[in-house]
């Protein structure tokens, strides 16, 4: 399995956002939930219409770790819940395959989605876990707060959380990049 990276280029999730919403709404939905919730794919396409109707917060037991886990909805991500849940039923799957009466889409077709998606912009790192990593690496580039998310990812350990997101590797390579063997001013 390869190993997928967060988008750090903000203006490029912004453009796969487009580019979903332009093919697929569902498809854009979910990414936007991904990126705004950092929660497992498998967690996210549990979600029914009633889950996230007229709420500001979900709770959810998380599939991986059997943890309870409450999240709010992020005030720019409600308006693209809202809009797309009007007119569906309550029990229905918020990620609905168009195969089956009432299921919700495999990971293997998100995952599908997204490396469409990926391929599109040159994106060849990209997987379900991008979604949560996204939102992990732009969470930690505007707060630098990495124990809250540590607890929102439920890691055991910060640099668990840092090589996680990709900040690790980041620093790393900036580190790199930046050596030098000629003294400053002295060449």
């Given at each position: 399995m390869n190993t997928v990276e967060p988008i750090r280029d903000m203006d490029l999730v912004l453009?796969?956002?487009?580019?979903?919403?332009?093919?697929?709404?569902?498809?854009?939905?979910?990414?936007?939930?991904?990126i705004y919730t950092g929660l497992r794919i498998s967690d996210i396409l549990?979600?029914?219409?009633?889950?996230?109707?007229e709420k500001d917060a979900v709770y959810i037991r998380e599939n991986k770790t059997g943890k309870e886990k409450r999240f709010p909805i992020n005030a720019e991500l409600k308006p693209v819940i809202s809009g797309y849940i009007q007119g569906k039923k309550d029990y229905e799957y918020i990620f609905k395959s168009p195969n089956f009466p009432n299921k919700p889409i495999s990971r293997q077709q998100a995952y599908n989605i997204l490396t469409d998606a990926g391929k599109a912009f040159g994106i060849s790192a990209i997987g379900t876990h991008t979604l949560r990593k996204t939102f992990g690496y732009h969470m930690y580039q505007q707060t630098h707060d990495a124990v809250t998310l540590m607890e929102i990812f439920n890691h055991a350990d910060i640099s668990i959380t840092l090589r996680y997101i990709g900040i690790n590797q980041d620093n790393k390579d900036k580190a790199i990049k930046g050596l030098s063997y000629h003294k400053r001013g002295h060449r």
């Amino acid at each position: 399995m390869n190993t997928v990276e967060p988008i750090r280029d903000m203006d490029l999730v912004l453009d796969v956002a487009d580019y979903l919403r332009a093919k697929n709404e569902r498809d854009y939905v979910l990414f936007m939930f991904g990126i705004y919730t950092g929660l497992r794919i498998s967690d996210i396409l549990k979600f029914r219409i009633r889950d996230v109707k007229e709420k500001d917060a979900v709770y959810i037991r998380e599939n991986k770790t059997g943890k309870e886990k409450r999240f709010p909805i992020n005030a720019e991500l409600k308006p693209v819940i809202s809009g797309y849940i009007q007119g569906k039923k309550d029990y229905e799957y918020i990620f609905k395959s168009p195969n089956f009466p009432n299921k919700p889409i495999s990971r293997q077709q998100a995952y599908n989605i997204l490396t469409d998606a990926g391929k599109a912009f040159g994106i060849s790192a990209i997987g379900t876990h991008t979604l949560r990593k996204t939102f992990g690496y732009h969470m930690y580039q505007q707060t630098h707060d990495a124990v809250t998310l540590m607890e929102i990812f439920n890691h055991a350990d910060i640099s668990i959380t840092l090589r996680y997101i990709g900040i690790n590797q980041d620093n790393k390579d900036k580190a790199i990049k930046g050596l030098s063997y000629h003294k400053r001013g002295h060449r």
